[in-house]
């Protein structure tokens, strides 16, 4: 079919995009040059955005969830007047130091909301983002929160496991504020995508509940039109563009090459031949350049009717809304944690470990509305949502999301949660299980995003539901991962503590991780002081009339109690033993050389205690060290017995503190 010729404006952004790739030796061309019409019609007709002000809170949020072709998103923040994209950040496209990195990296003041390269996570985002706008909306009203999420997707997003559960929970839920801009190309890294895939894509969306509209990509008009019914529609939207992937590239537009192909300087004459732009490498024509300016600034009368809004607010609405944006805790939190920790010293019973944080979680209900949980269909052996009440397509208030089956999404609509702010995001689930979600908790970890991620059912103290629901390796690769820290708690105590740490962090995501059973109190003198912070610490000191520490217990979560117990043991026969518990491995490493010596004790002989694999302990362990815990996956039987058929057991502790040499002071 015919199709209409290439915008202007449009062509702005396929010029600098072909020539910051020249320049880099590589790139996507793809994306930028294909969608480039659609990205003209949101940001010139539709965006709510002022680029003076990039962190402005009811700013309609823009995830290019198709990462790879960052130059579209690199060359709409330049054109528009964000500053600290200048055109000689999209000279340097690539290069190390770069503010236009190869896929974008998250800053907000920069004018990127998220990190996106994965494919189908970027579209995640943008669905807890648009959580997180309808739930401000009904805490804080439209004044202040009326905003849309729009995310530019290929077809690698649609493919993607997680692109299919976002389409049918964001359908279900009528998040009619989010609308997706897909850049249906029909061309994969690999050729058609007829290779792989042969529905109806669109149907799949009409079949979720979605608004979907079907144009030619190309077509600024059209496109915009779609956008204005896409607005109106109390449905998500889906506006599916035909385009042509390269399009300006003769060479390559509407073949497999076009994805990302190399482009040479002869590709970049050639465009410039085709689609009637004489101008030399990096420059705009000052006219159409102010037409772009002038869209950068299209909002400013909505961004100072907002700001008159907010401050025309009562002094006390005003500042809780910008302490919730900021992500100030309020007063207060820290004193329900506090009680918490005297009452738990009280109690007679030994609660299951993750009951206990579903109590914690409980009693924040009233000082932390900002908290949001998702959780992935386990409300019941997991219950944190006691008094919370469920988000829906009739309730935006709830501070709960029924995520189904879905952890990959769960984990990602947190991070987009977090990146959007003015929530704090848990998302709760089993170990096992957070394989599904590992991708989006490694994205919450590259992007620093304060997630709070939650799993039950943390060992073979799972029991009779086998190896399959028995996450033996779990936390050694959590652990392994950068900026994470992974709590694991060993009695209410001590999750009491690691939820203030997790509560406090802002500098990254935290794991707090609980068992299914029971959890036997092991701290039994109250501290105001949080000795969980510190990430180890001396539970029990060596009982030794002066003689020097011989042995050292090393143990996190349900195994401290069993080291207590072969403490009791190695102590009666007269082997001076401290145990240690280790709730945090990451804040003990950030710990000084002084305190992490005085802890694990010079000169004794360690033995660790864990219900996993011994991966990353040897650090800890020295030259006389054992480790007593998992070399391989469990087995399905009784809790009780497979502690004791895996040799789990405080008779096996003291056992190997004695074949090290432990023996009493002479």
Not at 245 to 252: K, V, Y
Not at 293 to 316: D, I, V, Y
Not at 476 to 501: G, K, T
């Amino acid at each position: 079919m015919s199709r209409p010729l290439p915008s202007r404006l449009a062509n702005a952004i396929r010029f600098l995009s072909i020539d910051a790739i020249v320049r880099a030796g590589e790139g996507h061309q793809g994306v930028p040059l294909g969608m480039a019409e659609i990205a003209t019609a949101l940001y010139t007709r539709h965006l709510k955005f002022l680029a003076a002000d990039p962190t402005w809170p009811d700013r309609d949020r823009v995830v290019l969830s198709n990462g790879h072709g960052s130059m579209l998103l690199y060359a709409l923040l330049h054109l528009t007047g964000y500053e600290r994209i200048g055109i000689e950040e999209i000279q340097r496209f690539r290069e190390l130091g770069s503010r236009c990195e190869g896929h974008p990296e998250i800053a907000p003041a920069h004018g990127v909301e998220v990190t996106t390269g994965p494919l189908g996570q970027g579209i995640a985002n943008a669905f807890g983002m648009a959580v997180a706008e309808a739930y401000l909306n009904a805490r804080f009203g439209s004044g202040l929160v009326d905003h849309f999420t729009y995310a530019f997707v290929g077809d690698g997003c649609l493919q993607e496991g997680v692109g299919q559960e976002m389409v049918s929970l964001a359908g279900h839920l009528r998040l009619g504020k989010l609308v997706l801009l897909w850049d249906d190309n029909r061309i994969t890294d690999d050729g058609s995508t007829a290779l792989s895939i042969s529905e109806d894509v669109a149907a799949r969306f009409r079949v979720a509940g979605w608004h979907v509209a079907e144009v030619d990509g190309h077509d600024l008009d059209a496109v915009s039109m779609a956008l204005a019914a896409a607005k109106r529609d109390p449905r998500p939207s889906l506006v599916a563009c035909r385009t042509v992937i390269a399009r300006g590239i003769a060479r390559l537009q509407g073949q497999r090459g076009g994805h990302s192909g190399r482009l040479h300087p002869e590709d970049a004459e050639a465009a410039r031949r085709e689609l009637d732009w004489p101008h030399p490498p990096f420059e705009i024509p000052a006219p159409m350049l102010r037409e772009w300016r002038a869209a950068g600034q299209r909002a400013a009368p909505e961004h100072a009717a907002w700001q008159a809004r907010l401050a025309a607010l009562p002094p006390a609405e005003r500042a809780e809304f910008e302490r919730v944006l900021a992500g100030e805790l309020p007063a207060g939190w820290r004193d329900v944690l506090l009680a918490y920790k005297r009452r738990a010293l009280d109690r007679g019973d030994a609660p299951a470990g993750i009951m206990v944080s579903a109590e914690i979680n409980d009693l924040l209900t009233d000082v932390l509305p900002e908290r949001m949980v998702g959780c992935a269909d386990l409300e019941a052996p997991t219950s944190h949502k006691r008094r919370l009440e469920a988000f829906t397509a009739t309730h935006r208030g709830g501070a709960y999301v029924h995520c189904g089956v879905r952890e990959h999404l769960m984990g990602a609509m947190a991070n987009g949660m977090a990146a959007h702010g003015g929530v704090v995001p848990l998302a709760v689930t089993y170990l096992a299980f957070s394989d599904y979600e590992r991708p989006a908790m490694r994205m919450a970890a590259l992007m620093r995003l304060p997630v709070k991620f939650v799993f039950s059912h943390d060992s073979i103290g799972v029991g009779k539901n086998g190896p399959t629901h028995q996450p033996v390796e779990i936390l050694a690769s959590l652990r392994a991962m950068p900026n994470m820290l992974v709590l694991r708690p060993a009695d209410a105590v001590e999750a009491a503590e690691c939820w203030e740490i997790a509560l406090e962090h802002r500098g990254g995501p935290a794991t707090l991780v609980f068992a299914r059973q029971s959890l036997p109190a092991v701290r039994r003198m109250h501290a105001d002081e949080n000795l969980s912070r510190r990430g180890g610490y001396v539970l029990a000191e060596a009982d030794a009339a002066g003689a020097a520490r011989a042995v050292t217990l090393l143990a996190t979560g349900s195994e401290v109690a069993i080291a207590l117990q072969a403490r009791e043991r190695l102590q009666a026969e007269g082997i001076p033993t401290a145990v240690v518990s280790m709730p945090c491995w990451e804040l003990f490493d950030a710990q000084d050389d002084d305190h992490r010596a005085a802890v694990l004790g010079p000169g004794s002989v360690r033995v660790a205690i864990e219900a996993a694999v011994r991966f990353g302990w040897d650090r800890y362990l020295g030259e006389r060290g054992a480790f007593v815990g998992m070399a391989g996956f469990g087995a399905s039987g009784a809790a009780e017995a497979l502690y004791e058929h895996f040799g789990i057991t405080a008779a096996a502790v003291v056992a190997e503190a004695r074949r090290l040499g432990a023996c009493a002071p002479r």
